[in-house]
């Protein structure tokens, strides 16, 4: 059995309108002010870039292996929110790749991501997590 892999992050309040979050070498302002900000992401925002993040580092990892030729990627994501209990019900995604590959490897590149990504893998255990992949035109 391969060994776990372990990751770490830690946040902290700046004042009662934001906290930071760090790892590594990185940090990532978080809207934690009761009244929201413009200026930061918070926390069902971060939910979606991280599975938009998962989506494109898997992305990354699989068209060397496939030999997919790309030259971009964009992902759209729209999550619903219930309030009691609050929980996300639904994460709706659009990849769009540019790619002059056919349909058919463009269908092959989405099974491989959702398949292998971690974050897309829980979310999709936890809540409907539904998508499409386009081409760019």
């Not at 760090?22 to 940090?27: P, Q, V, Y």
Request: a negative charge.
């Amino acid at each position: 059995m391969a060994p776990l892999l372990e990751y770490r992050v830690s946040a902290r309040r700046v004042d009662g309108h934001g906290s930071v979050a760090t790892t590594k070498e990185a940090e990532v302002i978080l809207d934690t002010d009761i009244n929201g900000r413009p200026d930061a992401f918070n926390p069902a925002e971060l939910f979606l870039a991280a599975i938009a993040a998962c989506m494109i580092k898997g992305i990354e990892r699989v068209t060397p292996m496939l030999q997919f030729d790309l030259r971009g990627v964009e992902i759209h994501l729209y999550g619903v929110r219930q309030d009691s209990p609050p929980k996300m019900v639904s994460v709706d995604y659009e990849l769009i790749v540019d790619t002059d590959e056919d349909d058919r490897r463009l269908d092959l590149l989405h099974h491989n991501v959702r398949k292998y990504g971690t974050i897309s893998n829980t979310v999709a255990a936890a809540t409907k997590l539904e998508g499409v992949i386009k081409r760019k035109v």
